[in-house]
């Protein structure tokens, strides 16, 4: 199963007006860099016009029964200026022309790179990446880590190329081909006709094109996902890959990725490699006629050869590059609706946990927990909690045991509202926890789950992500307090010590340590341990024991544990079995049951314990 599938597909129509209006937010730029180019086209055409009017002066120099030249505005030079100088004049001012368009085309360049690429993908990364941030577990729970990489990435990076690659370089395209057929109507109206019998022709290929891409760019899209994942997962699990000695099959199979991608990719090329010459084919056929016809006009006298018949064939050059540019048009449109469908989508994404209008802001809460009938599903349908009832003092401590799968984990989750409940209420100090502020809510629990994340930074920046303006004596403290702050300050440069990637220069203890003093740092009055002490050693296990002893004082506690030695502290521990609590009680009265607990308490000595052979 697909777990990137999606229910709902935006129509070609619903792209097209969403990415306007996101170009519409950007119209300032646009409009600066289509300035520009009508600039540009200006002294393009005024530089033809004066390479024709300079053979045409030559001509008739040469051939003194030809048409006299056409100056630009019936400025003609001087009967006195010699030969040379007039054409020296007219160089002077072809090149005058080609440096103004050097100066504008750099300033075309900038505003399209600095203003519009660049900005545009700035600001919609961020867009994507905030509502990324906003939206629930759900969310992540069902979409892989490469397709949200890529969507950061590589889709803002195409719907960008809608705005310059689609948008800006259409109305180029029209403003050019209009002015170029105007001019080319002003020379001669029936020559202009008989070479535009072939664009008929251009938009048959060009619509045939681009439906053979649709397609083609959702599944590039869909393996680029594929393979970023994969390298991902590799990249992280390059521990394991090594240890089984895996490397070349690794390196293979990542070969694959890219030959899948490369093919993929390949075949896209090669229907846009049609177009060009198919493009070029007609180009000649206009060419063929603009010589035929166009020479005869001009041997009869009817069509000058500079101002008429070179200039017609530099404005068809041109007018035929235009068209070719539909190739580029095409590739960026099937990118970026492929690409924006994609995004859009996480930023339609519907905000399923947020704070209700009337939040109730908590201030400091006294810690006392409720769950009333409660029951949660992921999917809808299958339950993973169902019926949990419970009450829970402020600074208790409360332990959880279950198997695989009972349950225990996602009943943490919903304290601080990673999920919302299918059923039943939460109730935090009497209230029902949607009724708070969601980030206050949050800013009450304290969580260490059991394989904590750190980021690749100083170990006190690590401790006090959650609150960047702490002081160094606060870190020190919540450090101590955690249990952390003797190795901390054994490490070489103490509290600005630089800690590796997820914490990978650290041992295991020392990372659930600072896991525990990242969350005390907040003096929360909720603590939710997420098993942390899962795959430690028994010295590791003290350590972080050590930290807990004096973590939990005056704080609700939830311990997910296996451990008994663990559990056995708790006031009340509770027993999950397929998302039911089906035992209940503190350690000495569930011991004195037989049920899952004091099963697993028996097994657990026995392995502690083991007897010895006579």
């Known amino acids: 199963m697909n777990k990137d599938k999606k229910e709902d597909h935006l129509s070609h129509g619903e792209i097209f007006i969403r990415l306007?209006?996101?170009?519409?937010?950007?119209?300032?730029?646009?409009?600066?860099a289509i300035v520009l180019q009508v600039i540009l086209l200006g002294v393009t055409l005024a530089g033809l016009s004066l390479t024709g009017t300079g053979i045409d002066f030559l001509k008739k120099r040469l051939m003194p029964d030809s048409p006299s030249p056409v100056w630009p505005f019936g400025i003609a030079p001087p009967a006195d200026w010699s030969v040379l100088k007039v054409l020296c004049v007219i160089g002077a001012a072809v090149i005058i022309l080609a440096l103004i368009k050097t100066v504008f085309s750099y300033t075309y360049s900038v505003i399209l790179v600095i203003f519009l690429q660049q900005g545009i993908v700035v600001d919609l990364r961020a867009r994507v990446y905030e509502k990324m941030q906003n939206l629930s577990f759900r969310f992540f729970d069902s979409r892989s880590t490469g397709t949200l990489i890529n969507r950061v990435t590589g889709d803002v990076q195409s719907v960008r190329l809608f705005i310059d690659g689609v948008i800006l370089q259409l109305l180029i395209l029209v403003i050019s081909?209009?002015?170029?057929?105007?001019?080319?109507?002003?020379?001669?109206v029936k020559l202009t006709l008989l070479c535009m019998t072939t664009i008929p022709l251009m938009l048959l290929i060009s619509a045939l094109i681009s439906r053979r891409l649709k397609a083609s760019y959702l599944e590039s899209r869909e393996l680029m996902d594929s393979m970023i994942l994969s390298l991902c997962e590799r990249v992280q699990g390059i521990h394991v890959v090594k240890g089984f000695a895996r490397e070349k099959e690794e390196l293979a199979h990542l070969e694959r990725d890219n030959s899948r991608i490369r093919d993929q990719k390949f075949g896209i090329f090669?229907?846009?490699?049609?177009?060009s010459p198919s493009i070029e084919f007609t180009n000649q056929l206009s060419m063929a006629i603009l010589l035929g016809y166009g020479g005869f006009l001009v041997v009869k006298n009817e069509l000058p050869l500079g101002a008429g018949l070179i200039v017609f064939m530099g404005l068809l050059q041109r007018f035929s590059g235009q068209i070719g540019a539909i190739t580029g048009i095409i590739d960026n449109v099937q990118q970026s609706f492929t690409a924006a469908e994609r995004v859009f989508e996480v930023l339609d994404?519907?905000?399923?946990?947020?704070?209700?209008?009337?939040?109730?802001?908590?201030?400091?809460?006294?810690?006392g927990i409720s769950f009333n009938n409660v029951s949660f599903s992921y999917n809808g349908v299958d339950k993973v909690l169902e019926n949990i009832d419970f009450s829970v003092k402020p600074g208790s401590f409360v332990g959880i045991m279950g198997g695989t799968g009972s349950g225990k984990s996602t009943l943490l989750s919903l304290i601080p509202?990673?999920?919302?409940v299918s059923g039943g209420v939460i109730c935090l100090d009497g209230l029902d926890i949607r009724k708070y502020d969601l980030p206050d809510l949050r800013r009450q629990v304290g969580i260490v789950f059991q394989e904590s994340f750190l980021f690749s930074n100083t170990i006190a920046a690590n401790i006090s992500f959650g609150y960047p303006g702490a002081t160094r004596e606060q870190i020190v403290n919540a450090a101590k307090l955690a249990a952390a702050d003797e190795f901390i300050r054994e490490m070489q440069?103490?509290?600005d010590t630089v800690i590796g990637e997820v914490g990978i220069d650290l041992s295991g203890g020392q990372k659930q340590r600072l896991a525990l003093a990242r969350s005390l740092l907040l003096e929360p009055p909720i603590l939710l341990l997420d098993d942390p002490m899962a795959a430690v050693d028994s010295q590791t296990e003290?350590?972080?024991?050590?930290?807990?002893?004096?973590?939990?004082?005056?704080?609700?506690?939830?311990?997910?544990?296996?451990?008994?030695?663990?559990?056995?502290?708790?006031?009340?521990?509770f027993v999950l079995h397929g998302g039911r609590i089906v035992q209940r009680g503190t350690h000495d009265e569930l011991m004195s049951q037989s049920g899952h607990y004091s099963k697993s308490a028996v097994i657990q000595t026995e392995i502690e314990m083991p007897k010895v052979k006579p």
């Not at 994404?349 to 810690?367: D, L």
Request: aromatic content about 10%.
């Open 20 to 32: 306007l209006k996101l170009s519409w937010s950007y119209k300032s730029g646009c409009i600066k």
């Open 177 to 188: 081909l209009v002015v170029y057929v105007i001019y080319m109507l002003l020379i001669n």
């Open 270 to 275: 090669k229907t846009l490699s049609i177009f």
């Open 349 to 367: 994404m519907p905000q399923e946990i947020r704070s209700e209008p009337g939040a109730v802001k908590i201030g400091k809460s006294n810690g």
């Open 417 to 420: 509202r990673f999920y919302d």
């Open 493 to 495: 440069n103490g509290y």
């Open 542 to 573: 003290k350590e972080i024991l050590e930290g807990l002893d004096s973590a939990i004082v005056g704080r609700t506690t939830f311990l997910v544990s296996h451990r008994i030695n663990v559990l056995s502290r708790a006031d009340m521990i």
